[in-house]
């Protein structure tokens, strides 16, 4: 088993943490301060968001927004694009799987 606290976890703005990378997934622990965005993206794997702490907006390219506290989770398609911005200090946990997913890089032939 495997176990983390995020809660109390030093995860400084602007650099995210990966806590683990299997076959299966990838977590990564990301501290969004207030009044900051990740900028409209995509990732090539399906994609959990937990808001463990703080409040955000996230805007879908299809313009539906959806806000929420600790305890929101929300799920994205492979490719689905997003921007997500904290209405107050954030710690969010994002899950990609599985990783790294058709398209990434990584899995590109030379």
Same mark, same amino acid.
């Given at each position: ?5 995020? #809660? ?7 650099? /995210?943490?990966? &806590?683990?990378?299997? =076959? ?5 622990? %990301? ?29 879908? #390219? ?7 506290? /600790?305890?929101? &989770?929300?799920?994205? =398609? ?5 921007? %997500? ?26």
């Amino acid at each position: 088993m495997k176990a983390w606290n995020i #809660a109390d976890m030093d995860v400084e703005a602007h650099h /995210p943490r990966v &806590l683990d990378t299997e =076959d299966e997934g990838r977590l990564i622990v %990301i501290h969004l301060p207030e009044g900051e965005e990740l900028q409209e993206h995509q990732v090539h794997e399906r994609a959990w968001l937990v808001v463990a702490s703080g409040s955000v907006e996230i805007d879908e #390219a299809e313009g539906e927004t959806v806000g929420g506290g /600790p305890g929101l &989770l929300a799920q994205f =398609d492979p490719n689905e694009r997003r921007r %997500i911005r904290a209405t107050s200090d954030a710690r969010l946990l994002l899950v990609l799987s599985p990783w790294p997913g058709d398209g990434h890089p990584s899995n590109r032939a030379d």
